[in-house]
Structure formats: structure tokens, C-alpha cells
């Protein structure tokens, strides 16, 4: 069976996507290729800090050879120093992260494997941006879910980026079932999880506590489970958020559905950051993203951990292997 090609794109180029692609470039490719998606000046200039070979191939080399790496070039505005974001360059990340994500609409590649962007830099260049997440749910025209993964545990949220006091009226049945619905498919049809068993996280303190300590489990929350549960799907809950991840829990769940940010990424991250992924549910094809930010404190240091972009590449890979989406490139 040919090996799913997956798009790459390394996010800001001033933080340490580029090095961190550079170092991906050198390990051995068995089960995916590589297409990626940047800036070939900073690419080259981080392979040239790394003091690592780097071959940059047309799009549709093999780049098989330790160091080679096919790439769609999306060139920057203005050189790139390291840990200095430029806004000027703003447009050319966006650009980059569209560029994949036609391809793998087009089919050329099966996934889509993204390294970190700096939001505060996208939009002081005059860009409407909240996330990738949001950026590539827009332009398949899909409903998404944001899950983050380890080997540990899988870990959705029914709220992303919010402010806490915002978190209670974004929690609505319609919202909420979509939600579910997003993860228990994702779980079915690209984890290959035949009868998904998802844990649903309460919004208050010990699940609302009867309605003591908050109301939304009893008006929002249950109801939605109960009709989930007649359509045949498998929702403990609501359950209390401060024990439903200790271990001999977990083991009986294939994912969490958290009602927010905070709620249940800590405990994942916890569990093992350097391994952790993030993963957009919902769209055609499969996207998966490091669980870290651009870190612009380390960037041209050559010192930044990789094991977030591998475990990155090797889900998405995968997952495109598995999905029956579309045809093998």
C-alpha cells in the first residue's frame, strides 16, 4: 500500500517550527511522505544553526534521503530573525496553512500537520485570526472539535478559547450534541474505536452537585445525554471533573469531553506534555498540530524539544492511513 503523503507546515517562522521541521527531515519516513509548506530561506537558515543537512526538493520529490524534504515554497514578506515575529510575514503563515489544506482537499495529501503560529502576530498583521483550528474549519466549511491526545488519554473540548465567565452560555443542547456527535464519529471511523465510550465531563464543582452548586447538568447536560444515549452512544456522565481522570477511571473511557480549556488540558499535559498532540476533529481530512507554542524565548537556540512534532507526524499518519476518505496519494 504507497505511503500517505502529509502536508507540513512550520507556523511562525520566527519561533521554532522551522528548526523543529529541519530536525524532522533527518528521521526515517516508513510509513508517510512529506510535502512542506514555508519559507525556504527559513528553513534553510535553521539548518544551517542546527549545523544539520538540508535538501529542499520540488513538491513532488520523494525525500526519502535523510535531510531531504519536498516543499511548496510560501515565501516570507521580510527575512526572519529568530524570537522577533514580524507582522510583515503574517500573511505568508496564513497562506502557507491554506496551501496545505487545498491539497488535502484536493486528496494530493492525505493530512495536515502543523507546527505553532503566534496569534498576536497574525493579527497585528492585519489578520482576522483566532486559530488554526478555526482558520481550516472555515475553509473546509465543517463543524470541528478541538481534542488533545497522548498515550494516555484523549481529552475534546466543548468550549476552546473562552473567558471563564463566557463558558456557561456557550454550553447549549444543540452545541453540546454536535460536540458529541464530532468525537464519537472521529473515534469510530479514524481512532477505529467500534463503540466509542465518552466520557462528559460536569460544567460545576462535583457535577453541579444535585443543582446546589449550579444548574446547567441538570437543564443542558443530561437531557443531551439522554437523547445521545436512545441514538445507541456511550456517555457516562455528568461527571465530576475531579475524579473522572484518575487512572483506574480512564482506563474505561476512550475519551473525555471537557467543558473548557482549563478543565481538562492541565491533567492531559500533566500526563505527558512532550507527547501530546492536538487533533482537529470534524474536518475532511486529518489535522493534527503540536501541543506547544511558537516558544520565541528558544527559537535559533537549537534547543527545542521535537517529540511534540513527531508524535504529531506519526498520528496523522496514522490516521490517514486509516481514513477512508479518500484515496492514497
Same mark, same amino acid.
Given at each position: 500500500m504507497p505511503r500517505p503523503r502529509l502536508a507540513l507546515v512550520p507556523g511562525e517562522p520566527?519561533? /521554532? !517550527?522551522?528548526?523543529?521541521c529541519v530536525r524532522l527531515a533527518q528521521r526515517p519516513r516508513p510509513d508517510h511522505r512529506l510535502l512542506a509548506f514555508g519559507d525556504p530561506?527559513?528553513?534553510?537558515?535553521?539548518?544551517?544553526?542546527?549545523?544539520?543537512?538540508?535538501?529542499? +526538493?520540488?513538491?513532488?520529490?520523494?525525500?526519502?534521503? *535523510?535531510?531531504?524534504?519536498? +516543499?511548496s515554497p510560501v515565501p516570507n514578506a521580510v527575512a526572519v530573525e529568530p524570537g522577533i515575529p514580524d507582522p510583515r510575514n503574517a500573511s505568508a503563515v496564513i497562506d502557507a496553512l491554506l496551501a496545505a489544506a487545498d491539497d488535502c482537499m484536493a486528496g494530493s495529501c492525505l493530512g495536515l500537520v502543523t507546527g505553532p503560529v503566534h496569534k498576536a502576530t497574525?493579527?497585528?498583521?492585519?489578520?482576522?485570526?483566532? !486559530?488554526?483550528?478555526?482558520?481550516l474549519a472555515g475553509h473546509a466549511g465543517r463543524d470541528v472539535v478541538m481534542m488533545l491526545a497522548n498515550d494516555t488519554m484523549r481529552v475534546a473540548?466543548?468550549?476552546?478559547?473562552?473567558?471563564?465567565? %463566557?463558558? *456557561?452560555?456557550?454550553?447549549?443542547? /444543540?452545541g453540546l450534541a454536535r460536540t458529541l456527535?464530532? /468525537?464519537?464519529?472521529?473515534?469510530?471511523?479514524?481512532?477505529? /474505536?467500534?463503540?466509542?465510550?465518552?466520557?462528559?465531563?460536569?460544567?460545576? *464543582?462535583?457535577?453541579?452537585?444535585?443543582?446546589?452548586?449550579?444548574? %446547567?447538568?441538570?437543564?443542558?447536560?443530561i437531557p443531551v445525554l439522554e437523547a445521545l444515549r436512545l441514538e445507541g452512544m456511550d456517555l457516562p456522565g455528568p461527571l465530576p471533573a475531579d475524579t473522572a481522570f484518575l487512572p483506574a477511571?480512564?482506563?474505561?473511557?476512550?475519551a473525555v469531553l471537557a467543558m473548557y480549556h482549563d478543565q481538562g488540558l492541565p491533567v492531559l499535559k500533566h500526563s505527558g506534555f512532550e507527547h501530546a498532540v492536538n487533533i482537529?476533529?470534524? +474536518?475532511?481530512?486529518?489535522?493534527v498540530a503540536v501541543d506547544h507554542g511558537t516558544a520565541l524565548d528558544i527559537a535559533g537556540k537549537g534547543i527545542a524539544d521535537p517529540s511534540s512534532l513527531y508524535a504529531a507526524v506519526a498520528t496523522c499518519a496514522r490516521l490517514a492511513a486509516a481514513s477512508s476518505r479518500g484515496c492514497l496519494a
Open positions: 520566527a519561533g /521554532v !517550527g522551522p528548526e523543529l530561506g527559513s528553513l534553510r537558515a535553521a539548518a544551517e544553526r542546527l549545523d544539520l543537512p538540508l535538501r529542499l +526538493l520540488p513538491p513532488d520529490g520523494d525525500g526519502d534521503t *535523510p535531510g531531504d524534504l519536498p +516543499l497574525i493579527n497585528a498583521g492585519g489578520i482576522a485570526y483566532t !486559530g488554526t483550528t478555526g482558520l473540548l466543548a468550549t476552546t478559547h473562552l473567558a471563564l465567565r %463566557e463558558v *456557561p452560555d456557550a454550553i447549549n443542547p /444543540v456527535r464530532i /468525537v464519537h464519529a472521529a473515534l469510530r471511523d479514524d481512532f477505529q /474505536v467500534p463503540r466509542p465510550r465518552i466520557a462528559v465531563l460536569g460544567l460545576n *464543582p462535583h457535577a453541579g452537585e444535585s443543582g446546589h452548586l449550579g444548574r %446547567e447538568e441538570i437543564e443542558v447536560i477511571k480512564l482506563r474505561g473511557f476512550d482537529t476533529l470534524g +474536518l475532511p481530512y486529518p489535522r
